[in-house]
């Protein structure tokens, strides 16, 4: 079976793409991957090979003062990204399902992957990192997918839109949203749910990390995701003092932030990324982004979570989602102080916040189950429409 999968974002968006495309070429299928440029060579480092899938999102622009401050702003920067990459997902897509037996996209290229797949009379499967309904839509983002989408449609001679697919995979836990699998299933949208999926692939820092860990109390892990810079070396300080108010150590995980010309702190440790499967479940709390891979882990692993959103709207659900299930809380970033860092930290470390976190973890699919059970899905999928 040949399978034509495409993801664009940053890391936690492309790394699902390249679990379940790692496991069905393990399988014995052939895999064609497109994939955002920048992360090709995170692909490759998965065992697989892909090509280019739009252009480069504005993931390094440094989001962290006028940006940032202004969500108009960065909703332009971001639509112009968007307005973009749609001019190039449908040519890009046209072109790699051709000749394969299912065709897998994410959530935002479900319109054009449609089109794509009524045109070779193929099966489409999608990959949701939230539900559908959950984040707020954006009308502007909305009416250019469908201005795209009805283009292409008219260049491929498709004179309706494709209907409802028939897969669309959810990579999160059902216990993560109570009921609303039953309410899908009275709809008759086919939405498994799978869990998580993640490669868990080993970072170049783990050992040191870990032996910074072992030498002293678990700390609270720091990280901000790897899509865009928005800390400084004034974060760095702040996260200092925040724990140093506490009595507790901090594991700061820079990304694409530059934190080298700050000043040092004995119980601070600073490194670029580590796996999240390996840290995660020696530290006593994490503190992050709200991402949907990193909230899964930090779940897995049975640790509080302190959710710091950046404004995008899927973070927001993961924030409401940890504190629906009492196993952290949320915030926005932008307005963190040090005093309401230190509240926050003070909350989540409660012995009540980790018990819970340990009792939802127990509940968890493990990712192999889910890699397992995606890919099971993607093979009756395109099997069943061949």
């Given amino acids: 079976v040949k399978f034509a999968l495409a993801g664009y974002g940053s890391r936690g968006d492309i790394e699902p793409f390249a ?4 496991e069905l070429l393990r399988r014995g299928h052939d895999v064609a991957m497109a994939v955002t440029p920048n992360m090709i060579g995170f692909v490759e480092s998965a065992g697989l090979a892909a ?3 739009g252009p480069d999102p504005p993931q390094h622009k ?6 940032l401050q202004n969500p108009i702003m960065m909703m332009a920067a971001v639509t112009d990204q968007i307005r973009a990459a749609w001019t190039q997902w449908g040519a890009s897509l046209l072109a790699l399902a051709n000749g394969a037996d299912l065709v897998l996209t994410g959530r935002s290229e479900q319109g054009l992957a449609a089109n794509v797949a009524q045109h070779y009379g193929i099966p489409q499967a999608a990959l949701h990192f939230f539900p559908d309904g959950a984040a707020q839509t954006n009308d502007m983002l909305a009416g250019l997918a469908a201005e795209a989408e009805g283009a292409q449609r008219a260049e491929l001679g498709l004179a309706q839109a494709p ?3 028939a897969l669309e995979i959810q990579a999160y836990d059902k216990l993560c949203f109570p009921g609303l699998g039953a309410q899908w299933a009275q709809q008759g949208l086919c939405r498994p749910f799978v869990g998580a999926l993640t490669l868990e692939l080993p970072a170049a820092a783990d050992g040191e990390a870990l032996a910074w860990i072992e030498a002293a109390t678990p700390p609270i892990y ?3 995701g790897s899509g865009v810079r928005v800390a400084s070396v004034d974060t760095v300080a ?6 140093a108010r506490l009595g507790e150590r901090a594991l700061i995980c820079s990304g694409p932030n530059d934190f080298t010309a700050g000043a040092r702190f004995d119980h601070v440790k600073v490194v670029v990324e580590v796996n999240h499967a390996t840290v995660f479940p020696a530290c006593r709390a994490i503190v992050h982004h709200g991402g949907a ?9 049975g640790v509080p979570a302190l959710i710091l959103g950046l404004g995008v709207d899927d973070q927001r659900v993961w924030s409401e989602t940890v504190q629906r299930l009492k196993v952290g809380v949320g915030g926005e970033f932008r307005s963190t102080t040090l005093d309401s860092l230190v509240e926050a930290l003070r909350h989540i470390l409660a012995p009540e916040y980790t018990t819970r976190a340990r009792a939802i973890a127990a509940l968890m699919a493990t990712p192999a ?3 397992t059970r995606a890919a099971d899905l993607l093979e009756e999928a395109a099997r069943a429409g061949r």
């Fill in 238 to 243: 702040v996260i200092a003092e925040a724990c």
């Fill in 51 to 53: 090509g280019a899938f």
């Fill in 163 to 165: 209907g409802s697919i």
């Fill in 293 to 301: 891979g990193t909230t899964a882990a930090g779940m897995r692993a």
């Fill in 19 to 22: 679990a379940v495309g790692r």
């Fill in 62 to 67: 440094d989001f962290s003062h006028t940006t």
């Fill in 222 to 224: 720091f990280g901000f």
């Fill in 369 to 371: 189950e889910s890699i």
